[in-house]
């Protein structure tokens, strides 16, 4: 079975600064792996993912993950927060057989101070 | 594109009554999904369908939950009789078939559902 850990409920950072979102992942075989955003009373809107090739990934709005197979980590990135980022961040995970439905991480919230 | 439609957007029912919950996937998106957001058990899918045939509802909590896909452009999900402890969020996703089967998925707006 597949899964997902975000260790984190919660990520506080100054603007300005760098952030990192964590996320470790179990899966059989190789993952393809993704992650959203949730804003408030929305729905979750897609980041980025990587499927293969270059272990740092480039998404929208300025954030990055970087895909580390030995560590089986998949950690968010963004060298400068913005207050607008503060949102709640979720990371997927699925395996390359047929079945196409993601297992979602729990979730962690990050708080950007102005 | 307008992606992916849900209605309604909030809902209060009784007790007992039946709900039904729709979506409208994103125009040329073979796969639809149904997915609860809970604070206590986070997202979890519910079922989801492949050119409106039902793929895998294993995630289903039981027998008053039930979903269809009568054409490429309408699903339902349909909780009858429903109980508070179905009070959540319920998304609607859809995502389209690659090479790699490796689109992500777009989610709708989410109904919140509130069960009295």
């Known amino acids: 079975a597949q899964s997902v850990a975000q260790p984190e409920d919660q990520v506080n950072v100054a603007e300005g600064n760098p952030l990192t979102v964590k996320c470790t992942y179990s899966?059989?075989?190789?993952?393809?792996l993704f992650w959203y955003v949730q804003y408030p009373n929305r729905g979750l809107q897609f980041l980025l993912k990587y499927i293969t090739g270059d272990n740092l990934v480039k998404g929208s709005y300025g954030f990055e993950a970087e895909f580390n197979k030995s560590q089986t980590s998949f950690h968010l990135k963004k060298p400068s927060a913005l207050v607008s980022d503060s949102a709640l961040y979720f990371c997927a995970v699925r395996d390359r057989t047929g079945r196409r439905a993601l297992t979602f991480g729990s979730g962690t919230r990050l708080q950007v101070q102005p | 594109d307008a992606g992916v439609i849900q209605s309604p957007r909030h809902e209060v029912t009784e007790m007992g009554q039946e709900v039904t919950l729709r979506c409208k996937p994103i125009s040329g998106h073979d796969y639809l999904f149904w997915y609860r957001q809970t604070m206590m058990r986070g997202l979890e899918l519910l079922i989801y369908f492949n050119n409106n045939v039902p793929i895998d509802d294993s995630g289903m909590p039981e027998d008053r939950f039930s979903a269809k896909m009568p054409n490429a452009s309408f699903s339902t999900l349909k909780i009858q009789p429903s109980e508070p402890r179905d009070s959540a969020v319920y998304f609607c996703?859809?995502?389209?078939?690659?090479?790699?089967?490796?689109?992500?998925?777009?989610f709708g707006p989410g109904t919140r559902l509130t069960v009295t």
């Open positions: 996703a859809s995502s389209r078939t690659s090479g790699q089967g490796t689109y992500e998925q777009y």
């Open positions: 899966v059989s075989g190789n993952p393809y």
